[in-house]
């Protein structure tokens, strides 16, 4: 069956810096990459998404994530993070054989003003 | 305004007793799901529904029940037979057919088994 990882489930930062969240998966054929952000108090909501094309996909809020499809990977990146960016981040992946969408553990990322 | 809606946002059962989550959609999407999510856990696929009158089974379905009788709602039904339900419940919905796979989510269930 298909899984998603995430590598850190709680990273701190200092405003400014850099931000990479790991994500990799388990399946061999065709996916759909998803990462979904949840501030404190809020929804659920799509931060972006990988289908086809451009391995690099830019999402909202400056955020971006590269499909690595040698490595089953689609790391989130952000050069410069702020102090709104504080929420939890989910990983997921959708395979050519179902609807399933299946989520990672989550990473909480708290960042520092 | 177009959107999922869940209720009760909160709810307390004893043990024993069954309790029915209720989804409901206007966004004309074929595909909903139900998650729980727990501490550490993540999101976790409990049931979902690609069409009205069929669903499937996900990695947790063990002491959940769900129907599919109408596009627009999908309750699921906590069962006495699950061991730990406590937990964070989520309903979403996706635009099948397209192959967009994006879900859109309630603003959750908070099941409390006292």
């Known amino acids: 069956a298909q899984s998603v990882s995430q590598h850190n489930h709680h990273v701190i930062l200092s405003e400014a810096a850099s931000l990479e969240l790991g994500c990799n998966y388990s399946?061999?054929?065709?996916?759909?990459l998803f990462w979904y952000v949840q501030y404190p108090g809020q929804h659920l909501q799509l931060l972006l998404k990988?289908?086809?094309?451009?391995?690099l996909v830019k999402g909202i809020k400056g955020f971006e994530a590269e499909f690595i499809k040698s490595k089953f990977s689609f790391n989130l990146r952000k050069p410069s993070v702020q102090w709104s960016d504080t929420a939890e981040y989910f990983c997921a992946v959708m395979t050519n054989r179902d609807d399933k969408i299946i989520f990672g553990k989550g990473t909480r990322l708290h960042i520092l003003p | 305004d177009g959107g999922i809606t869940q209720s009760p946002k909160y709810l307390f059962r004893k043990e024993g007793q069954n309790v029915t989550l209720s989804c409901e959609q206007n966004?004309?999407?074929?595909?909903m799901y139900w998650y729980r999510q727990d501490p550490g856990q993540g999101l976790r696929l409990i049931y979902y529904s690609q069409i009205v009158n069929d669903f499937q089974k996900g990695d947790i379905a063990e002491g959940y029940s769900v129907s599919r009788e109408k596009k627009e709602s999908f309750p699921l039904t906590v069962t006495s037979a699950q061991k730990n339900p406590t937990a964070f419940y989520l309903c979403?919905?996706?635009?099948?057919?397209?192959?967009?796979?994006?879900?859109?989510f309630g603003e959750g269930s908070r099941l409390t088994v006292l």
């Open positions: 966004l004309n999407h074929d595909a």
């Open positions: 399946y061999g054929g065709t996916v759909n």
């Open positions: 990988y289908f086809s094309g451009d391995p």
């Open positions: 979403a919905s996706s635009q099948y057919g397209l192959g967009t796979g994006e879900l859109f």
